[in-house]
Nanobody
């Protein structure tokens, strides 16, 4: 059984920073692409950033220059460093893992508000 667990969400003021983590465990032979997605109330889930097992990254235009995605393959963990946060970044952030199949985490809430 595969488990995908996000952590690191919370309440932060505009201009602040947060670091999200996503840890995968269980029977995954190999992990290829990992990614962060988010869903704000009343909106569809959208891509935030992805990273391949070779380290190639892709970002949504709305977060370029502010967010940084990274991964530690040995730990099967992915991170999202979020700086200069804006109220429009408020959403539930989800981790997606691809490796023969696709797995999603349960999400972690990020709220940017003064």
């Amino acid at each position: 059984q595969v488990q995908v667990v996000e952590s690191g969400g919370g309440l932060v003021q505009p201009g602040g920073s947060l670091r999200l983590s996503c840890a995968a465990s269980g029977s995954i032979f190999s992990i290829s692409t990992m990614g962060w997605y988010r869903q704000a109330p009343g909106k569809e889930r959208e891509l935030v950033a992805t990273i391949t097992n070779y380290g190639y990254t892709n970002y949504a235009d709305s977060v370029k220059g502010r967010f940084t995605i990274s991964r530690d393959n040995a730990k099967r963990t992915m991170y999202l460093q979020m700086n200069s946060l804006k109220p429009e970044d408020t959403a539930v952030y989800y981790c997606k893992i691809q490796g023969g199949s696709i797995w999603w985490g349960q999400g972690t809430q990020v709220t940017v508000s003064s």
